[in-house]
């Protein structure tokens, strides 16, 4: 994988994704990839079961741990160091009470 000139996004396998915040502190950022792959495991167990419910829920926190890491939401690079901080901190607390971590 390699980083687009501005730093915003990475190319991987010839598709554009958006880069995880780097203002993220390792603690944080190892705990919600921790918690996403967790949550894509539960996505797979949930389609191998036909479990649409717990699929949901596993997608749900998929979607919360990407958004903490600044990969979906409002882009990292038009929020302030405050509001990055709040949305990181916001999906760890979620993540972390919803008691599936990885």
């Not at 915040?21 to 036909?50: G, N, Q, W």
Request: charged fraction near 35%; charge should be positive; proline fraction near 5%.
């Amino acid at each position: 994988m390699k980083r687009t000139e501005d730093g915003r996004h990475i190319v991987a396998a010839g598709r554009r994704w958006r880069a995880s915040d780097p203002l993220l502190p390792e603690d944080a950022r190892r705990r919600l990839v921790s918690h996403l792959m967790s949550a894509r495991r539960a996505v797979a167990a949930a389609r191998r079961t036909a479990d649409p419910a717990a699929e949901r829920a596993a997608r749900d926190r998929v979607h919360l741990a990407k958004t903490g890491l600044g990969e979906r939401g409002t882009p990292w690079w038009e929020q302030s160091p405050e509001a990055r901080r709040e949305r990181w901190e916001s999906a760890l607390h979620a993540l972390d009470a919803d008691g599936a971590d990885g």
